[in-house]
């Protein structure tokens, strides 16, 4: 019956907030905005976490932050829903930074050995204030810019490449790595390699997952997996879904991998129990008595 397709919509696709007409989703689109507009300030944008794994000794190196959208009534959206239209209604930049804020204060409290990476989507990397932004959001919150990665896509340096490597240049003077993300899709140029500092190149996860059905998949892993090695760039596989990719990727010679086989992304208080288990917390290590001195 009608009530039971409904419900069972509403679990499968949760986030199909585009279903009927064109008029529809223009009112749909239209009200997303609206809502990223009145979320921003009300705190609804929260940072989520992924581990990223050392795949030689299986340590936690860090985490990567993923925004999402803690909606008052369609619950947790992810950020392909709520990115572009961010983007394109001018609100990723303040979006983005909120989010920002939020992890810096959290991740002043880990272990000073583990990093945070965020993503910086190809509009933010127009704004020629936004190494400015960045490196105050850390002086504010206290985070050492050591400790921050930040990822950019090869789509980012088409349009203004000039602008992008100033950007970059900035932040790598403070201290903060750079990694190209989603290496690989998109339009690749081995010439991106050479025309931006780079500090670590993430394979993307759609090589990554069928690494083991399918032999070109395995190829261009490979590929870049020696490319790193040449290059001294430390290579990161993201989408590791079984212990089986990741075996391999460690044979390929892939430096650090996340994906679901090492945790799905987390939320705070997840990544807080994760750090204590781990003695990892060294504010909550201080204060329990069972610790070692
Ligand atoms: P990304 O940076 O390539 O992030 C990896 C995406 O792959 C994440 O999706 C993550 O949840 C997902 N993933 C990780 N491991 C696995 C796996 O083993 N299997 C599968 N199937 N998926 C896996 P998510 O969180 O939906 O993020 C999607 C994209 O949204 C990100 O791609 C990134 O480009 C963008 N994004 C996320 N947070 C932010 C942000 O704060 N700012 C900006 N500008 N972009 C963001
Ligand atoms: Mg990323
Ligand atoms: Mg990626
Ligand atoms: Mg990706």
Avoid at 70 to 78: A, E, Q, R, S
Avoid at 141 to 169: D, H, M, W
Avoid at 247 to 256: K, M, V, Y
């Amino acid at each position: 019956d009608i009530a039971m397709y409904v419900s069972k919509n509403q679990g499968r696709g949760r986030y199909n907030w585009f279903d009927g007409s064109m008029e529809r989703e223009l009112q749909t689109r239209n009200a997303i905005e609206l809502g990223i507009r009145n979320g921003i300030p009300r705190g609804e944008f929260v940072p989520y976490y992924e581990q990223q794994i050392d795949l030689t000794s299986g340590r936690l190196h860090g985490f990567e932050m993923l925004a999402r959208w803690n909606h008052p009534t369609k619950g947790l959206v992810p950020p392909d829903i709520f990115i572009p239209i961010a983007e394109e209604a001018g609100m990723i930049g303040a979006l983005s930074l909120a989010v920002m804020r939020q992890a810096f204060v959290e991740a002043r409290n880990w272990d000073p050995t583990l990093t945070l990476s965020v993503n910086i989507s190809p509009t933010q990397l127009k704004d020629p204030w936004l190494a400015q932004k960045i490196v105050k959001l850390l002086v504010e919150t206290g985070f050492p810019p050591q400790r921050l990665e930040v990822e950019i896509t090869e789509s980012s340096l088409f349009e203004n490449l000039g602008l992008a490597q100033s950007i970059v240049g900035s932040l790598k003077n403070q201290g903060i790595r750079i990694a190209l993300d989603d290496f690989g899709t998109g339009y690749s140029s081995l010439a991106h390699l050479r025309a931006l500092p780079f500090d670590r190149i993430k394979i993307d996860r759609s090589f990554v997952s069928s690494i083991n059905d399918n032999s070109e998949s395995a190829a261009i892993v490979n590929a870049i997996a020696k490319l790193g090695e040449s290059l001294n760039l430390p290579i990161t596989a993201e989408g590791i879904e079984d212990e089986m990719i990741g075996e391999r990727l460690r044979a390929l010679g892939c430096n650090e991998g996340q994906g679901w086989h090492f945790g799905r992304p987390m939320e705070i208080t997840e990544v807080r129990s994760l750090l204590a288990g781990k003695g990892l917390l060294p504010s909550a290590r201080a204060t329990d008595p069972s610790a070692e001195p």
